[in-house]
């Protein structure tokens, strides 16, 4: 529900090019279906001109309300159409947490 809510506040805000929200919760040392870990790839023109900071401070206003609450942990992938398409489609892959599965 959570990553569901994150997605359409993103899509309303950034009209992106592409969007991709995965909840990584499950990677981390939480309670089954905890919602509380994100990784989201976007990639949308209103980043033009912008440096990384500030796409996340634009990112960070639009999900406050998520962020005051269950979720504990937001990784952030931000490019422009350009960078994207430099990238070859790819974002890099998260890193395992220390403690992962170690909740029981």
């Known amino acids: ?3 569901e809510q994150i997605e359409i506040k993103l ?3 950034f009209d992106p090019h592409h969007l991709e929200v995965h909840d990584e919760s499950y990677r981390h040392n939480v309670p089954a279906g905890a919602e509380s870990h994100f ?3 976007l990639v949308s023109d209103k980043f033009e001109g912008q440096r990384f900071l500030q796409r996340h401070r634009l990112i960070y206003a639009e ?3 998520e962020l005051a609450g269950s979720v504990h942990a937001l ?3 931000t490019y422009t159409l ?8 790819t974002v890099p892959a998260s890193p395992n947490c220390r403690g992962a599965g170690t909740l029981a």
Request: glycine share 4%.
């Open 39 to 41: 990784k989201v790839v």
């Open 1 to 3: 529900m959570i990553r």
């Open 82 to 89: 350009k960078e994207w398409q430099g990238l070859q489609d």
């Open 63 to 65: 999900l406050a309300e």
């Open 75 to 77: 990784a952030l992938h």
């Open 11 to 13: 899509r309303t805000a």
